[in-house]
């Protein structure tokens, strides 16, 4: 029996729209970030106050590879820490102006290259896409909670 070829496909087409979103945005937004900087960063900036060990479980990271993260975007003036007043010893995560702003951009440059993309496809495709987002949602949400029980 021949292996279904769906999940490679998927993969494959998901990957691909992906990395080419990343290709086309990063020269134009400077300085660049790696991917995982900017991962954390659109974390802290959609959770305010988030901690460190709730960010690397989010991110599937170990605690001190996200230590290393927010040192480094701190230093780029991405990212502030303030003590957590329910435990004098734990960090949250405060966003600064500056990530605030480098997000935005990014979002809205995101958007204008997808919406671009989007407007070349016919009706069908743009609405097989549309209907395809709960499910991909659902993936997604089935592929966390099976590496959080990894």
């Known amino acids: 029996m021949e292996p279904d070829p769906f999940p490679d496909e998927l993969i ?11 290709r086309r945005l990063r020269p134009q937004i400077t300085p660049q970030l790696r991917g ?6 659109r974390l802290v900036v959609g959770r305010p106050g988030i901690g460190i060990s709730d960010a690397a479980k989010e991110l599937h990271l170990a605690g001190n590879s996200v230590s ?8 780029q003036g991405y990212l502030s820490r303030e003590t957590d007043p329910a435990d004098r010893r734990a960090a949250r995560l405060m966003p600064t102006p500056a990530a605030e702003a480098r997000i935005d ?12 993309g989007l407007s070349r ?16 949602r659902k993936l997604a949400d089935n592929l ?6 990894a």
């Open 12 to 22: 494959d087409a998901l990957t691909g729209v992906h990395r080419l979103l990343r």
């Open 68 to 75: 290393t993260l927010v040192n480094q975007l701190s230093r």
């Open 36 to 41: 995982a900087e900017v991962e954390l960063l």
């Open 144 to 149: 966390h909670e099976e590496a959080d029980q």
């Open 121 to 136: 496809l016919d009706d069908k495709d743009r609405e097989a896409l549309g209907v395809a987002i709960p499910a991909l």
């Open 105 to 116: 951009e990014w979002r809205r440059r995101r958007s204008e290259l997808v919406r671009g």
